[in-house]
C-alpha cells in the first residue's frame, strides 16, 4: 500500500518537479528564437550584446532580456566551440541565474552551462566570477569558454596565484573573470590591507557562480583562509616534545575516533609532568594545571594530536622536505596551506624535516563569509541534494536537480560487505580481472593514498597493467583521467571531485588530437582528427560491448556526496555502467559508525572464507551512518561559523573604516575628532565632573598631555584660576591642540599633512587588527571551558569579543593621536628611504602565509647531449643547480622532481 506521501507526489509532483517545469516555456520561446539569431552574422551577435545593455540602462530587467540573451549566447557558443547546448543545459542555466545550485550529473556539461548565466548577468557591467577548485580548471574553462565570450564581445581573463599586479587588476575589471575560491579570498584579504586605492584588485562582489560547490562552500569551508606574518621561532621545543611523546603509554591518553580528538588521562597527566621535569620543560614547583603552563600545555597536545591523529600518505605527504597537506575530499595536495597554532611544526618535528616558523594571523575570512558578499551566489555540482539543508541554511541557496539529457543507464548494485579487509581486497582484485579480462574499462576508488598505492601493488603482482591517481601523481592528472574510459583501461583513484576531465567511453578524442598534433606539428590537423575519431569510434564500440565503464569502490566515504561523485563517473550521457561497493566490517567507517548488530548477523549466518553479505537493507544502515556524521559535520561547521560571525561584523566595520580613509581626501575633521575624545578622555579621568579642585590630579593630567598629546601647557596653572571647572579646561585643550596641530600642519605643507593623516590612521588600523585577531584567536581557544560554568561559551565569546573591540577603537584613538603629535617634517632623502622601507612592508603583507619559490634563471639552451628521455646524458647537477634541459628551473623543480 503507498503512504500518503507518495500518493501526493504522483498527483502533485515533488518541489522538484514544479520547478523544472516552470521552466519549460522559457525554453520553448528560446528555441523559438534560435532560427532568428541563426540568421545573425558574427558582428550582428556582438551588436546584439550592446543593444542589451542599452535595454537594460533603459529600464529592461535581466529577467525580461533572458530569452534573447540564451539565444544569442547558444548561437555564439555553436559557433565558437561547435557545442549546440540542450535543452536541459539552458534549463541548468536558468536555475543558475535565479540563484540557485544546479545539481547535473557528470558529462552534462556544466562548464558550457555556466555561459548562459555569466552572459546574462555580465550584461550589467559590474563583473562576474566564475569560481573552480583549481588553478588548471580555471586556466583551462577561461580559454575554453573566452571563444563564446569574445563571440559575443565580452573580455575574458583568469586570476592566479603571484600573478603580477596589473595583469591581476585588469583580470578582475573584464566582464568575466575565472579565478579558485582560494586566490578570491586572498585578494578579498589583500585589497583590506592595501595602502592605497589603486592598488584594489576587486571592483565588487556582484555575481559568481561556483563550480563544485559542494566541495567549496561545504568540505573546504571547515578552515579559514589566513594572510599571516612569520613569529618567534620555536624550532628546538617542538623537536623536544616530539621526542616526549612515544615515551607515553597507551593508558596515558585517549583516542575518539568518532570526533578526531585524543585527550590525557589523568595517570597521563602525571607521567607528563614527569617526563616534562625531565625535559626541563617544567619547574618543580609548577603543575600542569597553573596558569603559567598554558602555553606547555598546548604545544604538548598539537605533539600528541600530530602522532596520533595524523597520519602519514593519507592526512599528508612528505615531498622535498616538506609537510604537505592533503585534502580528504578531492585526494590532492593543498600546496602553501599549513595546520595553525603549531600542529604543522609538531608535524615537521614528527616527520624530522624543516620546522618552519608558526605565523601570526594578520588577515583572515572564511569561505562562508567571503562569499554571502555576493550579491547574488549560484553554484554547480553533480551531487548537492544530501546538503541542501546546509546550503539553504548558510547560503539561502537553493537546490535543483536537473534532468539528464539522456536517461541513467548505468546499473548501481547493491554493497557487497566481507568480514575482513583481506577477503575485501581478494574479491576486488576477482572482480577487476574479471572485468579486464572482457576489455571492460575499470575505475577502482580508495579513500587514501596508502591504500591506493597497497592496491596497485596486489594489481602488479596479478601482472594487470594500471594507472594510480592521487596527490603523488597530481601532475599528470588529466592525462590519466582521460584515459580512464580505454578499452582494457584500470585506474585507481583517491578521489573524483573536480577532476575536469570527462572520462569518456574509448578516450578522450580531444587529448588524443593534442597529443598527436603536438608530437607531429606538422600534421594536417582536419586530416589527424578524422582518423583518430575513426579509430575512438571502433574502441567505444568494444567498451559499449564490455559494458561501458566499471566503478568499483573499496571503501565508503563518511560523506555520501564523495560516493556519488565516485559513482557518477560511469554511464554519462545515457551510456551504460557498472557501480559496485566493496566493504568490510575492518573498514573505518564500518568500525566506528557501523550498527554492531550487523555484525552480530554476519555471524550468526556462519558466514564462510570470502562470502560477502549482499542487501538493501545494508545499504539503508550505511546512509543512516553517513547521514549522522553528516549531520555532526554541520553542526560543527555552524558553530564554528557562529563565532566566526561575531569577528565578520567587526571585520565589516574595520574594512568599510579602511575604504573610507582611502577614499578621503581630507582626514583632518576624523583625527580631530579623535583627538578631542583622547582630550575628553583625559579630562574625565584626572579631572572627574562634579568633584572639587583639591580632588583634582592636576599633575597627572599634566604629564599624560605630554605623553600622549606632545602638549606643555600651563594646566596646573588654569586650575588654580578661580572658577576653572572641567569644562574649561577640556575647551582650552581642544584650542590649544588645535593651534599645535594648525602650525605643524604649516611645517608640513597642507597635502603633505593630509597624506601624513592618512598614513598613521591606516597603519594603526592594521597594526591595532592584527592584535586584535591574536586576541581573539587565544579567547576563542579557552572560551569553551565557561561551558563547565554554566556559562554559554557563545554569549561569553560575544560580550568579551564586543568589549575587546571597544578597546581597540579606544586604543586606535590614542595611538594616532599620539603619532600625529610626535611627528617631524624630514628631508626629500628620508622621505624617500621612508617610503621604500614601507612600500617592502606591505608588499610582504601581501602575500599569504604560503611557500613562495625562490627565483629561477631566465630559460636557456639545454646542455650538449641532453636527451629527455635518458637520465644519463643529464650529467649530475646538484638539487638546486640550473635544470639541465634549459628550462630556467632548478634541478629540484623540473626533471629532478620525485
Not at 540557485?100 to 562576474?128: C, D, H, Q, S
Not at 564462510?608 to 538493501?616: D, L, M, R, S, T
Request: aromatic residues 6%.
Amino acid at each position: 500500500m503507498l503512504g500518503l506521501g507518495t500518493v501526493a507526489k504522483k498527483v502533485f509532483g515533488t518541489p522538484n518537479d514544479r520547478k523544472i517545469k516552470s521552466t519549460r516555456p522559457l525554453i520553448a520561446k528560446i528555441n523559438d528564437l534560435e532560427p532568428e539569431f541563426q540568421k545573425l552574422s558574427d558582428e550582428e551577435i556582438i551588436a546584439k550584446t550592446d543593444e542589451f545593455k542599452q535595454r537594460l540602462s533603459n529600464g529592461e530587467s535581466l529577467d525580461d532580456l533572458l530569452p534573447e540573451a540564451f539565444a544569442n549566447c547558444r548561437e555564439a557558443a555553436q559557433r565558437a566551440l561547435g557545442l549546440r547546448a540542450f535543452d536541459t543545459q539552458l534549463m541548468g542555466g536558468i536555475f543558475l541565474h535565479q540563484g540557485n545550485i544546479a545539481e547535473m550529473k557528470t558529462g552534462e556539461g556544466k562548464t558550457l552551462v555556466a555561459t548562459f548565466p555569466v552572459y546574462l548577468n555580465a550584461l550589467t557591467g559590474k563583473g562576474v566570477h566564475v569560481v573552480t577548485v583549481n588553478d588548471y580548471l580555471a586556466k583551462r574553462d577561461a580559454e575554453w569558454m573566452s571563444k563564446v565570450y569574445t563571440a559575443l564581445g565580452l573580455t575574458t581573463a583568469v586570476v592566479y596565484p603571484r600573478q603580477p599586479e596589473d595583469e591581476k587588476r585588469a583580470a578582475y575589471a573584464c566582464d568575466v573573470t575565472y579565478a579558485t575560491n582560494n586566490e578570491l579570498a586572498f585578494d578579498y584579504l589583500r585589497d583590506n590591507m592595501a595602502p592605497e586605492l589603486d592598488r584594489l584588485f576587486q571592483r565588487g562582489h556582484h555575481f559568481a557562480i561556483v563550480d563544485e560547490v559542494d566541495s567549496i562552500l561545504i568540505d573546504e569551508a571547515r578552515t579559514p583562509l589566513i594572510i599571516s606574518g612569520p613569529a618567534q621561532d620555536r624550532s628546538e621545543l617542538y623537536t623536544t616534545i616530539d621526542a616526549i611523546i612515544p615515551q607515553l603509554n597507551e593508558q596515558d591518553y585517549e583516542i575518539d575516533e568518532k570526533t578526531r580528538q585524543v585527550t590525557f588521562t589523568e595517570e597521563g597527566n602525571d607521567h607528563l609532568e614527569e617526563l616534562l621535569r625531565a625535559n626541563d620543560l617544567l619547574p618543580e614547583d609548577r603543575s600542569l594545571y597553573d596558569p603559567e603552563s598554558t602555553t606547555i600545555v598546548h604545544h604538548v597536545n598539537q605533539g600528541l594530536r600530530a602522532h596520533k591523529l595524523f597520519i602519514n600518505n593519507q592526512h599528508y605527504i612528505v615531498r622535498d622536505g616538506e609537510v604537505a597537506l592533503i585534502d580528504e575530499f578531492t585526494g590532492r595536495m593543498m600546496h602553501g596551506r599549513r595546520l595553525s597554532e603549531g600542529l604543522h611544526q609538531a608535524i615537521e618535528a614528527k616527520e624530522g624535516v624543516a620546522i618552519q616558523p608558526e605565523n601570526v594571523t594578520e588577515a583572515s575570512v572564511t569561505f562562508q563569509n567571503y562569499f554571502r558578499l555576493y550579491e547574488k551566489l549560484a553554484g554547480m555540482t553533480g551531487t548537492a541534494v544530501t546538503e541542501a539543508e546546509e546550503f539553504a541554511e548558510i547560503y539561502r541557496l537553493g537546490v535543483v536537480e536537473v534532468p539528464t539529457n539522456k536517461p541513467i543507464a548505468r546499473l548501481d548494485e547493491h554493497d557487497r560487505v566481507y568480514r575482513t579487509q583481506r577477503e575485501k581486497y581478494e574479491a576486488v582484485i576477482a572482480s577487476i580481472k574479471k572485468a579486464h579480462d572482457k576489455g571492460q574499462p575499470v575505475l577502482v576508488g580508495t579513500t587514501s593514498i596508502e591504500k591506493s598505492e597497497m592496491l596497485a601493488q596486489m594489481l602488479t603482482a596479478e601482472g594487470l597493467p594500471h594507472n594510480v591517481l592521487n596527490a603523488r601523481h597530481h601532475e599528470q592528472e588529466a592525462q590519466i583521467v582521460a584515459d580512464a574510459g580505454k578499452l582494457n583501461a584500470i585506474t585507481i583513484a583517491t578521489n573524483m571531485a573536480g577532476r575536469g576531465t570527462d572520462i569518456q567511453l574509448g578516450g578522450n578524442v580531444e587529448m588524443k588530437v593534442f597529443e598527436a598534433l603536438s608530437a607531429d606539428p606538422d600534421a594536417d590537423p582536419e586530416a589527424v582528427r578524422a582518423q583518430i575519431e575513426a579509430e575512438h569510434a571502433e574502441e567505444k564500440q568494444k567498451v559499449l560491448d564490455a559494458g561501458g565503464l566499471y566503478v568499483l569502490a573499496t571503501e565508503r566515504h563518511e560523506s555520501r556526496r564523495i560516493d556519488n561523485q565516485l559513482r557518477g563517473r560511469s554511464g554519462r550521457q545515457g551510456d551504460p555502467g557498472r557501480s559496485l561497493f566493496f566493504l568490510s566490517l575492518e573498514d573505518d567507517l564500518m568500525r566506528i559508525f557501523g550498527s554492531e548488530r550487523l555484525e552480530k548477523v554476519l555471524a550468526g549466518l556462519g558466514m564462510k572464507e570470502g562470502e560477502a553479505i549482499v542487501h538493501p537493507w545494508v545499504n539503508k544502515s550505511l546512509e543512516k551512518a553517513q547521514a549522522k556524521v553528516e549531520g555532526r559535520n554541520f553542526d560543527i561547521r555552524k558553530q564554528l561559523l557562529k563565532f566566526d560571525d561575531v569577528m565578520n561584523e567587526q571585520r565589516k566595520v574595520i574594512f568599510s573604516q579602511r575604504r573610507e580613509i582611502m577614499e578621503s581626501d581630507d582626514l583632518n575633521e576624523i583625527v580631530t575628532d579623535m583627538r578631542h575624545e583622547v582630550i575628553d578622555d583625559l579630562v574625565d579621568h584626572h579631572i572627574p565632573a562634579k568633584t572639587y579642585a583639591d580632588q583634582w590630579d592636576v599633575e597627572g593630567l599634566y604629564v599624560a598631555l605630554m605623553e600622549k598629546l606632545n602638549l606643555d601647557v600651563p594646566v596646573v596653572a588654569w586650575a588654580d584660576e578661580e572658577g576653572v571647572d572641567d569644562g574649561d579646561i577640556r575647551e582650552r585643550l581642544y584650542e590649544a591642540s588645535d593651534k599645535m596641530m594648525a602650525e605643524k600642519a604649516e611645517d608640513f605643507g597642507t597635502d603633505t599633512m593630509r597624506q601624513v593623516e592618512k598614513h598613521f590612521l591606516l597603519n594603526t588600523i592594521d597594526r591595532r587588527w592584527k592584535e586584535h585577531l591574536l586576541t581573539l584567536e587565544h579567547l576563542r581557544s579557552v572560551i569553551g571551558f565557561r561551558g563547565y560554568a554554566q556559562r554559554d561559551p557563545l554569549s561569553e565569546y560575544k560580550n568579551e569579543a564586543f568589549q575587546l573591540f571597544q578597546s581597540l577603537l579606544d586604543g586606535l584613538r590614542e595611538d594616532v593621536t599620539q603619532e600625529l603629535a610626535k611627528a617631524r617634517p624630514i628631508s626629500d632623502e628620508q622621505r624617500q628611504e621612508l617610503m621604500r622601507q614601507l612600500m617592502a612592508q606591505q608588499a610582504a603583507v601581501q602575500e599569504p602565509a604560503v611557500e613562495i619559490p625562490e627565483p629561477e634563471n631566465a630559460p636557456s639552451e639545454p646542455v650538449a647531449g641532453f636527451d629527455e628521455n635518458d637520465p644519463s646524458t643529464w650529467g649530475n647537477p646538484g638539487r638546486n643547480a640550473p635544470c639541465p634541459c634549459g628550462s630556467g628551473k632548478k634541478f629540484k623543480h623540473c626533471h629532478g622532481r620525485f
